[in-house]
Every structure is written in C-alpha cells, then in structure tokens.
C-alpha cells in the first residue's frame, strides 16, 4: 500500500513559466518557478538529477531522503535540466526544463519552458 506504481498519470508541456504550477492535480501548486529558481509548495519537495536523462519512478523513488530539497538555486540550473518531484500527496514524478530565460548576468531567470510527468499511485485511475 502507498508505494507508486509506473503508469503515467499526468503528462504535459508549461511554456513560460512564472508562478505557482499544480503538475498533479491534487496537492495544490507543487512547483513555483521565479527569477532565483524552483520552489517546492504545498509539502513537495525536489530533486535535481545529474544529467539529462529521462528518470524513472524508480530512479525518483529511490532519491535518498536527505538529497530532496524545497528550493534548487538558479545556477545550478543548465538546459536541459532534469528534476524529480514528490508532491504532497504521495505521488512521485520529474520536470525536464528544456529552456531558461536568463535576464543577464546576475539577473536571474525571466521564465521557463518544461515538460512533466507525474505517476500515478495506487488508487489512482
């Protein structure tokens, strides 16, 4: 009981973005993206993976505990990026940031193009 299974259960494409996200359709607003970084809400929390490799729910799953975070700085994000999620409600997925829209040097980020899936846990359907 409680442990995600690998369907997909949300998938989707966010151009521009700035602001609260609700990428599963439950939690309320998992993800804010601002001109410093990602933000984790409504008890989400990030990962942000080596790489640009598509995940797994596996690879997001077995993210030690220690290694999640609620807030991933700017710089330390590169195109393409990739980010695993835990929402609040229990289910697990990524965001593959494909775009960052840097104001200029030291200026931060004007916005963001991602991709998201999120997997569904059981008694989802």
């Known amino acids: 009981p409680g442990e995600p299974v690998g369907e997909i259960l949300y998938t989707g494409t966010v151009d521009h973005a700035r602001g609260y996200?609700?990428?599963?359709g439950v939690?309320?607003?998992?993800?804010?993206?601002?001109a410093l970084g990602l933000g984790a809400e409504s008890n989400a929390m990030l990962h942000l993976?080596?790489?640009s490799?598509?995940?797994s729910l596996k690879d997001c799953k077995d993210v030690p505990r220690d290694q999640w975070d609620i807030f991933?700085?700017?710089r330390h994000l590169r195109t393409p990026a990739v980010v695993c999620l835990r929402t609040g409600s229990g289910r697990y997925g990524y965001l593959r940031i494909f775009y960052i829209g840097r104001r200029g040097p030291d200026e931060g980020v004007r916005d963001y193009d991602f991709?998201?899936?999120i997997w569904k846990k059981p008694g989802d359907r």
Do not use: C, F, M, W
């Open 72 to 74: 991933i700085d700017e």
């Open 115 to 117: 991709s998201y899936a």
């Open 21 to 24: 996200h609700n990428l599963d």
């Open 49 to 51: 993976r080596q790489g």
């Open 53 to 55: 490799k598509r995940p």
């Open 27 to 34: 939690s309320g607003h998992e993800v804010a993206t601002s």
